[in-house]
T-cell receptor
């Protein structure tokens, strides 16, 4: 999961495996969450989002799970491919924040062929 | 497709220089944001703007200023660049609606201050 410090959490998987990336958030008022993917040399790209009135949302090969009780968010990637190798960020928003997202520090996912 | 463009991909400046980073978006978004990204620290918000000529400080505004004279353009200014401002700078934009908070990002500008 996300952690404070200079070293990003890393996850290494084999091609075809399922990947689970975790994120803990601290603001109990957060009511919207996004996962972004950032490939080397590019800006972050939207993957999937979820509102706090849901606990699960599915996209194409991705599922986001939200556990508000323990303030935990996870991103599941099915049948991980080498093209999924990237840094993954969770972000949250809550209250009257003019659309300001608070980002986690990211997790490096490496997929081995 | 939403497009957010940044004026430079790579920039090298000397300590004390005034630096301008430009960002343009083509989706008529009300909100625009400037972040810096450093290894292990994620994306940290420098400034954001929710309308033309409006600006709000983010988490790390010191040493930076911004300008939003037109809706599509948001500029980040380093008044006197310092080596600790060497970083990746990311611009983003979004609609000002509670229906969708997705921010669209530009490719980033890697700034080196020597």
């Amino acid at each position: 999961g996300e952690s404070v410090g200079l070293h990003l959490p890393t996850l290494s998987v084999q091609e075809g495996d399922n990947s689970i990336i975790n994120c803990a958030y601290s603001n109990s008022a957060s009511d919207y969450f996004i996962w972004y993917k950032q490939e080397s040399g590019k800006g972050p790209q939207f993957i999937i989002d979820i509102r706090s009135n849901m606990d699960k949302r599915q996209g194409q090969r991705v599922t986001v799970l939200l556990n508000k009780t323990v303030k935990h968010l996870s991103l599941q990637i099915a049948a991980t491919q080498p093209g999924d190798s990237a840094v993954y960020f969770c972000a949250e928003i809550g209250g009257t924040s003019y659309g300001k997202l608070t980002f986690g520090q990211g997790t490096i996912l490496t997929v081995h062929p | 497709d939403v497009k957010v463009t940044q004026s430079s991909r790579y920039l090298v400046k000397r300590t004390g220089e005034k630096v301008f980073l430009e960002c343009v978006q083509d989706m008529d978004h009300e909100n625009m944001f400037w972040y810096r990204q450093d290894p292990g620290l994620g994306l940290r918000l420098i400034y954001f703007s929710y309308d033309v000529k409006m600006k709000e400080k983010g988490d790390i505004p010191e040493g930076y200023s911004v300008s939003r004279e037109k809706k599509e353009r948001f500029s980040l200014i380093l008044e006197s660049a310092s080596t600790n401002q060497t970083s990746m700078y990311l611009c983003a934009s979004s609609f000002r609606t509670s229906l969708n908070y997705e921010q669209y990002f530009g490719p980033g500008t890697r700034l080196t201050v020597t």
